[in-house]
């Protein structure tokens, strides 16, 4: 199973931008596919994360609510995050992640990181 996470660059404060994970190597239907990030100095967070089962749920962190939004192509097998108004503490390496356990915990798999550098 592989995670390839790709998107990330540089952007002013207030920019947009949007990520992408595409998984390959197995069937992740059933699977919370999540995005985390890890800033300099600080823990890895949880992001957002979605899942699709009888319908399509998504969750995100207090911080991000409102500006990400999280998507998913089951189709294509690849989860994306599309972030605005995005903001100076946003700045991390973002992770892309796939689980059966539960939105926010537990995964399995893990792509490599994608650097987002927000200048103010």
């Known amino acids: 199973v592989q995670l390839q996470a790709f998107g990330g660059g540089l952007v002013q404060a207030g920019g947009s931008l949007r990520l992408s994970c595409a998984a390959s190597g197995g069937t992740f239907s059933g699977y919370y596919m999540g995005w985390f990030r890890q800033a300099p100095g600080k823990e890895r967070e949880f992001v957002a994360s979605?899942?699709?089962?009888?319908?399509?749920?998504?969750y995100y962190a207090d911080s991000v609510k409102g500006r990400f939004t999280i998507s998913r192509d089951s189709a294509k097998n690849t989860v994306y995050l599309q972030m605005d108004s995005l903001k100076p503490e946003d700045t991390a390496d973002y992770y892309c992640?796939?689980?059966?356990?539960?939105?926010?915990?537990?995964?399995?798999?893990w792509g490599q990181g994608t650097k987002v550098t927000v200048s103010s």
């Open positions: 992640a796939a689980g059966r356990e539960g939105p926010r915990y537990g995964y399995e798999y």
């Open positions: 979605t899942v699709t089962w009888s319908g399509y749920t998504s």
